[in-house]
């Protein structure tokens, strides 16, 4: 049959629709996807494209179309062959652009003569780099109930809260919403990008009239799934400058006073999320569907036609036909394509590699990304990178921090290739080298007020990790580990990689309202796959938790805080040492938050009555609190009262017998 997309399209008005834009407007994965269009990209080993079609599906969408330009054959060809080419609901199509440069363009080619876009109800518009696994009804239901109540709503985002470390959020594509604290209107969007810094956000103050509540968010995740109402494309048209969704349209709407349209954002409470939006998100997303965190979509339910993965222990994940020497170790978060062969000594952790590929012996690969049909020779170490299909690393080859190694390439033996480097192969077979500052400001949708800051597009790349300091609002890149010092030993990386992790999962507990068993559950299994121990667990759970005590709402919002989540402390501490450590912790917590000392007293007394710690053991760390610094002596002597209170009930207890 011919492929879809090259016939007449038909729309049926009462279709629930979506358009995938499948084509990315950047150079992000730049020299990879000179070759391939990102939304065939392999993600776990399957097309980026799958897990966007999927989660369409299982949202009852009916038609999708999928809108490209670049690359549109491999797209045509790849739909014909897919499961997708037979489907009726939804029933998959193409629509091809000559000239589709920018979003702005593919919304307008919505908008011609004999229309596909629904008139009569709303559509969805999202890219095709997407992995979800909600439900979009409810989304939708309250996209028309808002429409009822006001008629001016044309589109409604879905945004999803998360802490400003999270890592599921695109490093240097940060935006600042403003949105009415009742309704949840948007009054305004900036980018929020780490550099050049913002001291402030200037908008029309009139915005703000008649709304009793206003809440600023620099923390949220957007995904770009939008609900739209027939007229968005007419709008792009009208506006022919419009490029980009959030910094053109959603701005151009809401600064508009002739335009007259609102625009509302939905906050998703449960499920996954996020955008392989760069190579840190492409790592970031990898991680979250190994560990199990967009379920459904996992590994062994086999996304593709005659897979056959089998999940392990540590998370590890093997296909049919996979052949391992006996001395390989695949240590946890591992994913093997089938028809792989693996040498002798071989290391593996953190890490997928295709089908047909074959491993070396002696071989170390942490953090890395290798397609089909790829060879790596012995004794060559891969980390943090990308290694497309058909390449080559010859034998001892170092392949490092944020490396994009395109097809075909075949990397030198003994080469240590400098972080960020970008290798292809070019028109006549030799090797070419790419490297961030090359790419910088080259975006197609980069305008005279969108400039890239070069900055921002490093932190696009895999390793580039930010922290965040409370203490100084202020958020800082990761150094460089080939610049550090060696003080964190062998086990420096894997420590970083357990901390994300174990942030993560806390964040998930504490944001979609776990239960302290399942919270308990995920960290067990954290714990066993990344081989750490208990205390490695507290000194993550301790801050975690405190931190989500309010300041200003104290001592009630300590008691609900150690009500809720005390029993996982609990849980995580087993007898006086344990106890003693978590002590010291918590100190250690109370020194960098001088403001909450006066409340410790407290916190202890409630971890007390919860039998999390025991007098002896709030007695025994008391005494072995140093008066030095200052901020010791005031833990010291906040705490003495209940010290006292603690060995006077002891004295009583011992007068009664």
Known sequence: MPPKGSGK?????DELTAFVIADSFNERFQP???????CLMPLANVPLIEYTLEFLAMSGVEKIYLVCHAHAQAIRDYIARSRWADSVVPAVDIIVSKSMFCFGDAMRELDVPGNIVPQTREFIVLHGDVVANFDLSNIIEQHKRRRQ???????TMVLKKASISHRTRTHGEESLFILDGKTNECIHWESATLYPAKAFAAFDTERLEKRSEVAIYNDLIDVQIDICQPDVPALYTENFDWRESRRDFVRGVLESELIGKTIYGYFLEEGYAARVASPQMYDSVAKDIIGRWAYPLVIENNLMAGDAYKHGRSHVYKANGVKLAITTELKQNVVIGPGTIIGDKTVVSNSVVGKNCRIGSGVTIR???IWDNSVVEDGCTLDR?????HARIQEQAVVGRGCLIAQNVVVPAKLMLEKNTRMAMDADGNLSYLRDEQLAGSDKESDAENDEDPRNAKLTNIGETLHYNSEEDEIFEDSDPEEESDSEGEGGAADNDFVREAEATLHRAFSEDHTVDIAFLELSTLKMSM????????????????????????PKSAADVIKRWGPLINKCTHGGQDQLDLLRLIEEFFSSHEDMIKHMSRILHLLYDQDVLSEEAI???????SDIPAVRSKIKEACAPLVTWLEEAEEDSEDDE
């Open 9 to 13: 399209i038909e729309q049926k008005q």
């Open 32 to 38: 990879i996807t000179s070759s391939i269009p990102r």
């Open 149 to 155: 109540a006001d008629p001016n709503t044309i589109m």
């Open 367 to 369: 953090n890395a990304y």
């Open 385 to 389: 990178c990308i290694v497309a299909d």
């Open 531 to 554: 081989d750490v121990s208990f205390q490695d667990i507290r000194k993550v759970l301790v801050p975690a938790i405190f931190n989500q005590m309010d300041a200003s709402n104290m």
């Open 619 to 625: 007695i025994r760390w008391h005494r072995g609190v």
